[in-house]
DNA sequence: TTGTACGCGTTATCAG
DNA sequence: CTGATAACGCGTACAA
């Protein structure tokens, strides 16, 4: 009688050896689980030399580890970090994810991830999601959409971390790229390097922050131009690629003799123009100038080298991660933004 | 008296709506645990039509969902599948994870990241930081070094499905390219184009075996060929560019009268292949023939265009999940191999 | 048809 | 200094 009934989860055949608990360890070791606890929870200070190692040594010779699953519902801690990422097929995601990966795992935290693909509806199911799972803040690229997307969220005090884009007028951390500095910085170089027009191609806006405030920072930058500069907005969903050659060659009837340049807001866009330019056979930096945002490794290689506003975006995963980590262990600040610059690489396609 | 002790969790003055429990709901709804636990689980068919609707009623209103957490601890089943990568920097990495991801969600599991980055010492603490968290499956896109990493999955009978590389001898499902084909594809493509003697450049082997299957298949493939073609193996480091330039002007001394061509293996190398010739001051086509695994979206912008053998990353990585889960609910069949072919897209980068 | 009681692996509290 | 015991939230035999 003093066999308890037979587990009815182990499945069949294959010896599947159980989850060694704190239970086999203390046993092993003659004690009880509280002593193995504490002996796990840096408390073993305050327990006999000879207990601590008897218990120290069962651990390692069973190869006990705690389940992070029991120790999350028994304290409320669950060391998950949910990762929000709008698109993994944008490099500068990607870019972000592994800064912010290797931040979490340095600090003892396990990354759950939910891939957005550019659905905004799936913001809040990302969020619910991720948070049945306990995850105890979020890293959230969000698409702007939904800004009650993050009310489960608040309601149970989870911190979160936006990176690279605002949401809302939700008061919350945000790391991201300073974004007027860095538009100033690509549009100065062009003119410097004798550009006339320019274009700045965006992804539609789809209220997302960051592409309103480059957009933004570009119509200051031609306003506060000495002898004003000519310059319009452009918004390419990708699919109408006529839409952008007609776009293009517009600019190129308003610059005259001048040059034309295109100030491109992310990867995919430079892409996108990079392909127009191909299309309309234009030699970029000598027929147009092309600056774009993102610094891809690809970007030495189309054409004559694309130049580019490279982004910090291993810091900004690293920051947004520390950031995120610091509040959720216990600190209580004001919201804050970290904004960093972007460094200006200037190769071929800004050179006359 | 009937008032139990303060729970002490509550850190301090924010009022945390503490997480909504079955609890609540049975109080709610006046009944007990187990009626809204057997509502949850489809089990409704043996309630009274009243009482199921006025459980849901409550549920809904409260907006419950269950604890992953509580609900894996006690059934032994968590919900999530763990994805190694060996560096989400490589584009294939991340377009497989991208497949995957969805397919795991889609099939309800949460996929828990783990990136690797190239360290191979790291696969082992990957495994086992994923299986402390329960994780029922992995899907392993392994640097191929460390066949006893499984150990701690295979000891707890979690399935593993390996992506695009081998690990050891294992007898484990794998989902990749059909390397052989396709190395026969390019290879006949760059004949055909009346390319001439061939470098085959690879990311040093470090025991990866999707490497290893593409330089023993284009060696076939020149020993097969009807006039015996010239051809060699070259490893790229990525850090010694001088090595990759010697390497192609001794291909374009023994070429002769010849074009030289290079078949690259990965991304990554195709990338490094074509700012040597770059440096070289080679167009591509004309001077060097080229083509490379993988077709991200720069591919058309390189040079004349990089001509690619492209992979079907997204069946890769929905085909690893479904793969994963079919054995995690319970079919026991043998290892499978799903090898799937690549697509030769033809660009500027191989035609003469 | 529904409710009670127990256990999953931990940690925290309180006795000893 | 150490051990027993009660939770954490859930699923489920078993009893009613």
Redesign the interface.
């Known amino acids: 009688m003093s066999r308890p009934p037979v587990p009815p989860?182990k499945?069949a055949g294959?010896a599947?050896?159980a989850?060694i608990t704190i239970d086999d360890v203390a046993r092993a070791a003659g004690v009880s689980k509280a002593t193995v606890s504490r002996v796990l929870n840096r408390r073993a200070e305050l327990l006999t030399r000879e207990i601590a190692e008897r218990v120290q040594a069962a651990i390692d010779r069973l190869g006990y580890?705690?389940?992070?699953?029991?120790q999350?519902?028994k304290r409320?801690r669950?060391r998950l970090i949910g990762?929000v990422v709008a698109d993994?097929?944008n490099p500068f995601s990607?870019?972000v994810?592994?800064g912010a990966?290797?931040a979490c795992?340095d600090a003892g935290y396990?990354?759950?991830?939910?891939?957005l693909?550019n659905d905004d509806w799936r913001e809040r199911e990302a969020i619910?999601?991720?948070s049945?799972?306990?995850v105890e803040g979020f890293i959230l690229h969000t698409l702007g959409q939904d800004a009650g997307a993050l009310e489960?969220a608040a309601?149970?005090?989870r911190p979160v971390v936006l990176i690279d884009r605002r949401l809302g007028d939700a008061q919350l951390d945000l790391v991201g790229l300073d974004n007027a500095a860095a538009v100033r910085l690509a549009a100065g170089h062009l003119a410097e390097a004798g550009y006339g027009p320019l274009l700045f191609v965006t992804e539609p806006m789809q209220g997302v922050s960051s592409r309103e405030e480059r957009a933004a920072a570009f119509r200051a930058c031609l306003a506060e131009a000495q002898p004003a500069r000519a310059g319009a907005v452009f918004e390419s969903d990708g699919v109408d690629e006529a839409a952008l050659d007609a776009a293009l060659r517009a600019l190129q009837r308003q610059a005259g003799q001048a040059r034309p340049a295109v100030l491109s807001a992310n990867a995919v866009t430079t892409?996108r123009v990079?392909?127009a330019a191909?299309r309309l056979g234009w030699t970029l930096g000598r027929d147009l100038g092309l600056v774009g945002f993102d610094d891809?490794?690809?970007a030495?290689?189309?054409?004559p080298g694309l130049s580019a506003i490279a982004q910090p975006t291993d810091d900004i995963g690293r920051l947004a991660a520390r950031c995120l980590i610091e509040r959720i262990e216990g600190q209580d600040l004001a919201a804050r933004q970290i904004l960093l610059p972007g460094r200006l690489v200037v190769r071929g396609s800004s050179r006359p």
């Open positions: 989860a499945p294959a599947v050896p989850r580890a705690p389940s992070p699953m029991a999350a519902l409320g669950s990762l993994v097929a990607v870019a994810l592994r990966e290797k795992r396990m990354v759950m991830l939910f891939n693909g619910q999601a991720l049945s799972y306990q489960s309601q149970r005090g892409l990079a392909a191909a891809p490794d690809w030495p290689l189309v054409g």
